[in-house]
Every structure is written in structure tokens, then in C-alpha cells.
């Protein structure tokens, strides 16, 4: 096996309790690179969850989780070091509201990879070009509409060069206006071949980009295939059901 | 009444009239109220300034001979309420230092010089320069040691180094508060809870006067020093629930935003816990800063001089028994400058800190 072939994520058995609550049953997941996965369930079926194990925002109590061929355990030098590579993309955005938007794409790279200031400026303004947002630079993210705080939010995963981005829920939060323009920056990503996990309800964006779709009910992988398969034929009950009152309307 | 938003159009007299004439009833109100106020505005101004004594030079005698305010008494033993029983040909450098400390001041309220290390060189080099030029015994100047530093001076010195002593303090113990280990957290608590528990007086006394019984001679140190280190202790206790409530207001996003560009801890805390959490807690911050800055006047009853005592020096002997009225408000006046500017500096603080958050 070629070191290109190994794929960017593996987790194996994995479990997760909140307390006596199972929130992720006995997971298995193959992600290549490359790979767009995207991940739909009814509230509370732990997709979300699951997106915030592979970067250690919550531990998983059993199993094997590997990142870019690094095991995850509690060891946070290792944990670190799978966090830089992999970016997140938050609901409510979570950008830093006391610094300028250029401040929260720069302070990572120069805290974390220790790029001089120049160097992380120019890789910011690059990738704020990229969100179609350049000219707000400058500006502090409580003076930006909730579209462009996410888009800035995507500059700011990306000014990390990450190898694989998480999204959680990325237009959930967002007036019904917005939601194209950031779904337009997460297909541009798409086409230039990130690795993606999306946790969405976006079944335009899913059929549009996604290699695989997931469908997750109560902590369990219920349903996995590529769009046309997941959308035009679903095997499951659990995923008919959920098809039937997303679309249905 | 109709109480509009265009006051700003109309003229002073229309708004007069709109607000305190606009019945008959109003109208005597209003004109017995400014009558009161002025009568009240001009007796005070006639004992102030008109029938006031501002020269010593012809002794008591010639304040009791009007009605008005007797501030001979400062021109007299003005000396002894700044420097307290500073001896009085060194008193220059009592001033200097007190400037010095206004100065470091000043410059650590600039935005221009908020990093690390210029704020590290202005403190350390500032604290420096007020402890050798009130202490002495280098560059040819005598040695003062501590008892004999007193009035103004002494109440800054107190004030500056409670709160540089009890400002890192705090805010390891709110950091230690909020530790994921629970028996970290536990006994953080307690130890906020009990020092919170005391009065300042009760801890001021344990440090003064009965520390030394328990510690061993050379850990002691001078008696000022323990008693700053128990006040500082004592705002700290304060200060990191101030700074603990500053941090809840954060939302655990901000810090999950950050453990996820794989920002290490002391980066997270650094640059975007303690930021935002300072901005929450600036109100209660600068409340607690003043308040602190009033408490030094307990340190009377450990036996320093500071500046109410050599107020009540000030009048207390000779032949200016009672004149203490002046005294008090002169003192007043000193508490009034210190106080109103912080509060001020806080008012700017808050609105430079919103130009982000509309």
C-alpha cells in the first residue's frame, strides 16, 4: 500500500457515553483522501458528536480513532498535533469578536506553525480572496452580516492549511439568504479536493458534492452510500422516514 | 408633561419653560428648589474661597477671626499630610517617587505600550525607581526605612504594589477555580471563600502582628511588607470571582474555536480567554480597584502613617485643633482626584473595548 492510500481517517469500535448515556454506538468509519463525506440524522442522533471525536473536542470512551495516521488518545501533545491538520467550522461561527477578521486567520499560523507575521498575512489575505471577503479584512466580526462571519470562519480554518475540515451544522445558524453564499464557498473547497466532513441538512449541497452520505439515527451508522444510491434508493426505514419529512415539503 | 426627543432644537428657554415652568405648580417648585441650591451654592463658595484664610503666615489666630474655611492649616502642615514623618529635608524624594508611580501609571493606561514587555519595563523599572528613591541608601541618598514612610506617598505605594501583587494572584486562582480537577478546584475555592470571609482589618492584623510569632525571623520581613501582602491577598480573593464571572461570560465556543486551530493552553488563555474575560469583568474591576484604593487608610491601625493619619496629625497638635474640617476636605480632595480618574480611565477602557461589538 502506497503512503497516498492509507485513508485520512479510521475509527474503529468506537463508543462514546455522556455519563449512562451511549451517545455513539460501536462506530466504524473509512474516510480517503480527498474524500467528501457528508452526514444528515435527525437532532440528537449524535452526528455532531461524532464530527467533534475525530478532533478530540469530546474523548470517546472505547475503540480507535486514527487522524492522518496518528493515533488519538489522551495524550494532548498528540492531540495538538492532529488538531493543526485538521480544521473546524463551527454553527455559530465562534470567530474571536476582539480581534479583526485578518487577526483571527493570522493567530494560529503564527502561534501554532510559527509563521512569521508576513508570511501568515499573505496566506490570510489569500484564502479571504478565496471566501470573496478580502475587503473586510480590517473590519471586527460583530460589524459583519452572520454569511460573512462563517465565510470568515472558513478563511480562518483554512489559513491553517488543514488536510481534513470538519463542519458542524455550517449554515444552521444562518438567515435563509446567506445560506448559498456559504454552501458556494464549501463547493469551491469541495472541487479543489479538501477532504470534508459535513454535518448538515443541506440535501442540495449532499447530492452536489458529497462522494458518500451518512445517515446516523440514536448513535448508531445507520445508512452509508454515494448520493444517488442514498437519495434514490434508501434501504433502511429509519432513512426513508427522514428522507420523506426533509424533502417532503 | 410632554416630554420630547427634540429638546436638542429648541432653544434653553423654550426648554426651561417645557421642563420646569409649564404649570404654575411646577413653576414654584422650580423656583423654591434653585433658590435652595443657590443659597446653599453661595454659602458654600463664601466659606471656601471669599471668607477663607489661605496664608499661615500670621498663625491660627487669623482663622478665627472670620467665619470662612481656615486652609491656613494646609499651607502650614502640608508637608506633614504628603510625606508624613518623611524626614523633612528628603522630602523631595517622597515627591519624586509619587510622581514616578503617577507616570508609570499614565503610561500603562496607553494603548500605544500594551504588550508584554513594554508594560514588564515600565512596572518593574517604575516600582524600582519609587523603592530606592523612598528607601535610599544608593547614589549618596540616606537610608528611610519603611516606619518613617508616610501621608501620600505610603497610600500610593500601599494602593500600587495590593493591586501589582493581587492582579497575577487573582488571576491564577480564577484560572485554578476553573482547573478540571475537581480537588484543584475545591481547594481553590476554599481558600477564595475563607480570605473572602475576613475582614481586611482581621487579616491585616494576622499579617502585621502575628505572622512573625509563627515564621522564622528572616522570613518575616518588615512589617509593611506583610501587611501589603495581606491586603494584596485579600484583593485577589475578590478579584478572581471578578475574574471568574469575567470568564463565564465567554462562550465555550471561543475556546473550542481555538483548541481546534490547535492552539495550545497557554496561547488559549493568553490571547483569547483572559481578553474577553477582562472586557466582562471591567466594570466590576475598576469598582474593586477603588475600593481597594479607599481600604489603604485601614492600615491607621497596624501603626502606619499614611494619608488620613497624617491628617489627624495635621491638626491634631498645636494650635490647629479645629481646623480639621479644611484638613478632611483637603484629604477629601486627594481620595476625589485619585478615585474619579480611575473611574474615568474605566469609562474609556468600556468604550474603546465596544468598537467591535455592535
Redesign the interface.
Known amino acids: 500500500m502506497t503512503k497516498t492510500a492509507e485513508p485520512a481517517i479510521t475509527i474503529r469500535s468506537m463508543n462514546k457515553f455522556y455519563g449512562s448515556f451511549h451517545a455513539l454506538k460501536n462506530i466504524d468509519l473509512t474516510v480517503q483522501h480527498g474524500e467528501r463525506i457528508v452526514i444528515c440524522g435527525p437532532s440528537g442522533s449524535g452526528k455532531s458528536t461524532l464530527i467533534r471525536c475525530i478532533?478530540h473536542?469530546e474523548a470517546h470512551q472505547s475503540g480507535n480513532i486514527t487522524v492522518l495516521g496518528k493515533a488519538l488518545d489522551n495524550n494532548?501533545l498528540h492531540i495538538?498535533?492532529i488538531?493543526?491538520?485538521?480544521?473546524?467550522v463551527?454553527q455559530?461561527f465562534?470567530?474571536?469578536?476582539?480581534m479583526?477578521v485578518l487577526e483571527n486567520c493570522v493567530?494560529?499560523p503564527m502561534?501554532?506553525r510559527k509563521w512569521p507575521r508576513a508570511k501568515a498575512e499573505e496566506l490570510a489575505m489569500q484564502y479571504l480572496e478565496k471566501v470573496k471577503i478580502p475587503e473586510q479584512a480590517e473590519k471586527?466580526?460583530?460589524?459583519l452580516s452572520g454569511g460573512q462571519q462563517q465565510r470568515v470562519?472558513i478563511a480562518?480554518?483554512l489559513s491553517?492549511q488543514p488536510k481534513v475540515l470538519?463542519f458542524d451544522e455550517p449554515t444552521s445558524a444562518l438567515d435563509p439568504e446567506m445560506i448559498s453564499e456559504v454552501l458556494d464557498v464549501m463547493v469551491a473547497l469541495a472541487k479543489d479536493g479538501m477532504t470534508m466532513l459535513c454535518v448538515t441538512h443541506e440535501m442540495g449541497f449532499a447530492r452536489q458534492v458529497a462522494d458518500r452520505v451518512i445517515f446516523m439515527d440514536q448513535g448508531e451508522i445507520i445508512e452509508q452510500n454515494p448520493p444517488e444510491e442514498f437519495f434514490g434508493n434508501p434501504q433502511n426505514e429509519r432513512t426513508q422516514k427522514f428522507l420523506s419529512q426533509i424533502l417532503g415539503h | 408633561m410632554a416630554m420630547t426627543g427634540e429638546m436638542g432644537r429648541l432653544g434653553l428657554l423654550a426648554t426651561l419653560r417645557e421642563k420646569y415652568f409649564s404649570s404654575l405648580g411646577n413653576a414654584a417648585l422650580s423656583i423654591i428648589c434653585f433658590s435652595i441650591l443657590a443659597l446653599i451654592v453661595w454659602k458654600f463658595f463664601d466659606w471656601a474661597i471669599l471668607s477663607a484664610v489661605f496664608s499661615a503666615a500670621n498663625g491660627p489666630e487669623a482663622c478665627k477671626a472670620t467665619d470662612g474655611a481656615c486652609w491656613a492649616v494646609i499651607d502650614a502642615r502640608w508637608r506633614l499630610i504628603l510625606f508624613g514623618l518623611y524626614p523633612h529635608e528628603e522630602h523631595w524624594r517622597s515627591a519624586l517617587a509619587c510622581g514616578v508611580v503617577v507616570v508609570m501609571t499614565v503610561l500603562s493606561c496607553l494603548p500605544y505600550f500594551w504588550n508584554g514587555r513594554s508594560i514588564s519595563v515600565i512596572w518593574i523599572g517604575g516600582f524600582l525607581a519609587f523603592y530606592f528613591l523612598m528607601k535610599g541608601g544608593i547614589l549618596g541618598m540616606p537610608v528611610v526605612d519603611e516606619q518613617s514612610w508616610g501621608g501620600l506617598s505610603l497610600t500610593v505605594f500601599i494602593f500600587v504594589t495590593t493591586v501589582l501583587v493581587g492582579t497575577p494572584l487573582s488571576i491564577l486562582l480564577a484560572l485554578l477555580r476553573r482547573s478540571e480537577l475537581p480537588w484543584i478546584s475545591a481547594l481553590t475555592g476554599i481558600v477564595i471563600d475563607s480570605v473572602r470571609s475576613l475582614p481586611l482589618l482581621t487579616i491585616l492584623f494576622a499579617f502585621a502582628v502575628v505572622l512573625p510569632f509563627l515564621l522564622p525571623d528572616w522570613a518575616s520581613g518588615d512589617k509593611l511588607y506583610r501587611a501589603i501582602f495581606g491586603s494584596a491577598l485579600f484583593f485577589a480573593a475578590y478579584q478572581a470571582e471578578i475574574i471568574r464571572g469575567g470568564m463565564q461570560g465567554v462562550p465555550t465556543g471561543q475556546e473550542e474555536a481555538a483548541k481546534s486551530l490547535g492552539i495550545r493552553y497557554r496561547h488559549r488563555i493568553q490571547r483569547i480567554l483572559l481578553p474577553q474575560a477582562f472586557k466582562n469583568a471591567l466594570p466590576a474591576t475598576i469598582n474593586q480597584f477603588v475600593i481597594t484604593f479607599k481600604e489603604t487608610s485601614l492600615f491607621i491601625i497596624i501603626g502606619f502613617f499614611e494619608i488620613l493619619a497624617s491628617g489627624n496629625a495635621a491638626y491634631g497638635t498645636g494650635n490647629w485643633t479645629f481646623a480639621f474640617v479644611e484638613v478632611y476636605a483637603f484629604i477629601a480632595m486627594i481620595y476625589f482626584v485619585f478615585v474619579f480618574s480611575l473611574s474615568r480611565y474605566g469609562a474609556f477602557l468600556e468604550r474603546r473595548m465596544d468598537v467591535g461589538d455592535h
Open positions: 478532533n473536542l494532548i495538538d498535533e488538531r493543526r491538520d485538521v480544521g473546524m463551527f455559530h465562534n470567530l474571536f469578536p476582539h479583526t493567530l494560529a502561534l501554532v471586527f466580526p460583530g460589524q470562519a480562518r480554518s491553517m470538519l
